[in-house]
């Protein structure tokens, strides 16, 4: 397994405004998924984007995938004071499928100013 | 939505004692995690379980820990003789049958060791 590589660690913005965070990994990957997490609570699975993906949108988050540059990213548009969290990337391994593990990094610490 | 419910939401114990952590992971699901948190820290991996059987641990979990699926609906993480640095908020997770991956948390048991 691998984990993903969260940047930037932290990142505070004014509510209404864009909040762009960005995932490298190491291998090929089956899948990338990305979660949430507020403050003491489960993670929560947010999107999943294929490795034969580019780019994939759900409500106010896009995200994309550069396989050749192993990276991710995930964009948070019009943002919101509940979308305060940590928020994790998971790169799922090519070699295994269906229970593979995933692994999380330190994530990227995201605050929504009122 | 179905949901992956966790008891007890918060145990203080002292060391030397066991304790048990369990889970009701979704109901079709067919591979079980457990993740622990330390305060800080990150979510770090430390079973998983499939047919009835572990699939793979980390180094983390030693012989002090132990899973099982008694009934085939509960899923129970047991620490046979906690110690203070047991204290950690541990996640129970699930899926399948999909392949892709994507899991679902539970909220989350908080263990206090004194």
């Known amino acids: 397994s691998q984990q993903g590589e969260e940047d930037p660690q932290a990142l505070s913005i004014q509510e209404g405004e864009n909040a762009t965070m960005n995932c490298s990994y190491k291998?090929?990957?089956?899948?990338l998924q990305w979660y949430r997490q507020n403050s003491g609570r489960g993670l929560v699975h947010l999107i999943l984007?294929?490795?034969?993906?580019r780019e994939k949108h759900s409500g106010r988050l896009r995200v994309t995938l550069d396989t050749s540059k192993k990276s991710s990213s995930l964009l948070i548009t019009a943002s919101r004071a509940a979308d305060t969290a940590s928020y994790f990337c998971?790169?799922?391994?090519?070699?295994?499928?269906?229970?593979?593990?995933?692994?999380f990094g330190t994530g990227t610490r995201l605050t929504i100013i009122p | 939505e179905p949901e992956v419910t966790q008891t007890p939401s918060h145990q203080v114990t002292q060391m030397g004692q066991e304790v048990i952590l369990r889970c009701v992971p979704i109901?079709?699901?067919?591979?079980f995690y457990w993740y622990r948190q330390i305060l800080g820290q990150k979510v770090e991996f430390l079973v998983s379980?499939?047919?009835?059987?572990?699939?793979?641990k980390s180094e983390i979990f030693d012989d002090q820990f132990s899973v099982e699926r008694p009934d085939g609906s509960n899923f129970t993480l047991k620490i046979r003789s906690t110690k203070l640095e047991d204290s950690a908020m541990y996640f129970c997770?699930?899926?399948?049958?999909?392949?892709?991956?994507?899991?679902?948390f539970g909220e989350g048991s908080r263990l206090t060791v004194l």
């Open positions: 997770a699930s899926t399948g049958p999909s392949i892709t991956g994507e899991l679902f």
């Open positions: 291998t090929s990957i089956n899948n």
């Open positions: 984007i294929r490795s034969n993906e």
């Open positions: 998971a790169p799922l391994p090519l070699s295994n499928f269906g229970n593979e593990k995933l692994t």
């Open positions: 109901s079709n699901h067919l591979y």
């Open positions: 379980f499939y047919n009835n059987e572990i699939s793979e």
